[in-house]
């Protein structure tokens, strides 16, 4: 049996440096299935990165700024 430290079990509180993902989903007008799809991810992925419960990986915050731009130019 495990016994060692659960801090990985915890759900994760997004630091305050942090993209807000649903902020920029919400800007852009999309659902999270839609703004998952334009990522790359599931629905599933998108909830748990907007609550906070795990974060995105460097690929699609680069990604997610990307698209947060081609919305800021339309």
Request: hydrophobic letters at 35%.
């Amino acid at each position: 049996m495990f016994t060692g430290p659960t801090e990985d079990l915890k759900p994760m509180n997004p630091p305050e440096h942090s993209i807000n993902i649903r902020g920029i989903r919400k800007t852009l007008g999309l659902t999270q299935e839609q703004f998952a799809s334009a990522v790359g991810v599931t629905g599933r992925t998108i909830v748990r990165w907007e609550t906070g419960k795990s974060r995105p990986h460097a690929v699609f915050i680069r990604i997610i700024q990307s698209l947060s731009l081609i919305g800021a130019t339309q």
